[in-house]
């Protein structure tokens, strides 16, 4: 049974179980797999019970050696490289970037084979770069954590890269910041092709009182920590504390002894914006997390955050993010 052809909420049978097969590179993220694999292991029996019930998983490799992972705990393969449609989708847990070939090409060789067959890919944590570098990831949206966005863009400038989401799933292909997002790409697949009883179970035994959506926007260190320029820093620390926008940008070059035009020069040559551009976008990333997380209304949170009127707001964030702030909270709220 193909992933696609499963209703959401379906149950499986003995012969149907949610089948993954596990790709972990050198120098993997151990928490990732595990947060990933733990969900399916709990979705598949009742309580803790461990048996392979609803899902079934391997750890798949070129040999039988020990995978080191970033952390040094040592994973050993469950299965060679077998037919890759025994699997409902192949997950590739990547790792450290500094780890020159991070997989072997018997395990490219393998990825195409799956890809040729059909066969749902994910990315996890780092595992969109291997599966870029394959050329695996053309025509589809990638989620990366924003840790690892900017070296994404300049490795892959022609794919298109979502350092906000958590977790993204395109239709043959997944892909997940990595971290804890790795149990709700997890919880979705499990919700999608078990049931949501099985999603349930495995979450409160993880202690997570529920799982996120794939519009879930990603926790990150603020704008400011981007930059090394110590003045540029400062002036976004003053923004983010004064959301209203009621700091002009004279008064914001004055508090770190620079002239109005000095500042717009650091700014163009370490941002490429204005101070300007860049209040405004501080101001609409700290909108995204209130129309996503509260229920203030759209016109409240255009006047909190020093927008005149609720059109100029809407349209602003428009140009900033592609659509209207109604539609991200409605598609948001929608796939909860």
């Keep these: 049974m193909r992933p696609e052809q499963h209703k959401e909420g379906e149950a499986t049978d003995q012969t149907n ?26 979705a598949s029996d009742e309580q803790d019970r461990s048996g392979r019930v609803k899902a079934d998983w391997q750890v798949l490799g070129s040999t039988r050696h020990l995978i080191v992972s970033s952390c040094g705990v040592q994973v050993a393969p469950t299965s060679d490289f077998v037919d890759p449609t025994r699997f409902d989708y192949i997950a590739v847990i990547g790792g450290l970037l500094n780890r020159e070939d991070p997989v072997d090409h018997e395990t ?9 067959r059909k066969v749902p890919l994910l990315g996890i944590c780092t595992g969109t770069f291997i599966l870029a570098e394959a050329g695996l990831m053309k025509n589809h949206d990638v989620c990366v954590s924003w840790l690892h966005a900017k070296a994404f863009r300049e490795r892959f400038p022609g794919l298109s890269v979502r350092p906000d989401r958590i977790f993204n799933l395109d239709r043959r292909r997944g ?4 971290g804890s997002s790795a149990a709700d790409m997890a919880a979705a697949l499990v919700r999608r092709h078990i049931s949501p009883d099985a999603e349930r179970n495995a979450l409160e035994v993880l202690q ?16 400011y920590e981007e930059y090394s320029d110590t003045r540029l820093r400062a002036v976004m620390i003053m923004m983010e504390q ?16 620079v002239t109005r035009r000095q500042l717009e020069r650091i700014f163009e040559k370490e941002a490429g914006i204005s101070p300007a551009r860049a209040y405004v976008r501080v101001r609409l990333e700290r909108a995204k997390v209130l129309l996503t997380q509260t229920k203030l209304p759209l016109t409240d949170i255009a006047l909190d955050l020093g927008f005149h009127t609720a059109s100029q707001f809407t349209r602003s964030f428009k140009k900033e993010f592609g659509q209207t702030p109604s539609h991200l909270r409605s598609t948001f709220l929608g796939a909860r």
């Excluded at 972990?24 to 969900?39: G, H, I, K, N, W």
């Excluded at 892909?175 to 990595?178: D, T, V, Y």
């Excluded at 959506?213 to 990150?220: D, G, N, Y």
């Design 242 to 257: 004064h959301l209203d926008g009621d700091m002009p940008i004279a008064q914001l070059a004055a508090f770190v002894g």
């Design 108 to 116: 490219i060789g393998f990825l195409k084979l799956a890809d040729a």
């Design 17 to 42: 179980r949610l089948k993954v097969g596990f790709v972990l590179a050198r120098s993997f993220t151990l928490s990732a797999f595990a947060m990933f694999v733990d969900t399916l292991r709990l």
């Design 175 to 178: 892909s997940c910041a990595g």
């Design 208 to 223: 997570i009182e529920k799982a996120r959506s794939h519009l879930e926007i990603q926790p990150r260190r603020p704008l």
